[in-house]
């Protein structure tokens, strides 16, 4: 049966599209421990544990101001899941930044998972890139 409405998306650009789902389904999984995830998930609250993440892991870690900047979303609401994740013992926030809690830092959670998705994608964007390169 045809589309009412056709979409030309090249295999590339559903290939991105497949790995940020994954990759957004990957990370809510990490933001939460086994067995206590929510059912409905909430993609701002992935968010702001992978803006804190990233904060930690280029070593500035950032306050509730900075990861609402770099989100583009009100402070309050960035408040509001930065006290979620740290409710869940995700972040642990030290002279008013955030870091991811200690043991998560050091054990970064479903990384064969990550791997797996990001393969997969680079398997099919990568010749592309390679492409542009010339």
């Not at 940020?20 to 086994?34: E, G, K, Q, V």
């Given at each position: 049966?045809?589309?009412?409405?056709?979409?030309?998306?090249?295999?590339?650009?559903?290939?991105?599209?497949?790995?940020?789902?994954?990759?957004?389904?990957?990370?809510?999984?990490?933001?939460?421990?086994?067995?206590?995830?929510?059912?409905?998930?909430?993609?701002?609250?992935?968010?702001?544990?992978?803006?804190?993440?990233?904060?930690?892991?280029?070593?500035?870690?950032?306050?509730?101001?900075?990861?609402?900047?770099r989100l583009n979303m009100p402070r309050t609401s960035a408040l509001?899941?930065?006290?979620?994740?740290?409710?869940?013992?995700?972040?642990?926030?030290?002279?008013?930044?955030?870091?991811?809690?200690?043991?998560?830092?050091?054990?970064?959670?479903?990384?064969?998972?990550?791997?797996?998705?990001?393969?997969?994608?680079?398997?099919?964007?990568?010749?592309?890139?390679?492409?542009?390169?010339?």
């Amino acid at each position: 049966m045809a589309l009412p409405i056709p979409l030309k998306l090249s295999e590339a650009c559903r290939a991105l599209a497949e790995m940020f789902i994954d990759l957004c389904f990957a990370f809510h999984a990490s933001t939460h421990p086994a067995g206590q995830e929510p059912a409905e998930i909430d993609l701002n609250l992935t968010l702001v544990a992978v803006a804190a993440m990233l904060g930690h892991a280029e070593g500035h870690a950032m306050n509730a101001s900075e990861i609402a900047a770099r989100l583009n979303m009100p402070r309050t609401s960035a408040l509001r899941r930065l006290d979620a994740l740290e409710d869940i013992g995700l972040l642990k926030r030290a002279r008013g930044r955030y870091y991811l809690e200690p043991y998560r830092a050091a054990h970064t959670p479903n990384f064969d998972r990550f791997a797996l998705i990001l393969s997969k994608g680079f398997a099919v964007i990568g010749p592309l890139l390679s492409k542009l390169d010339t």
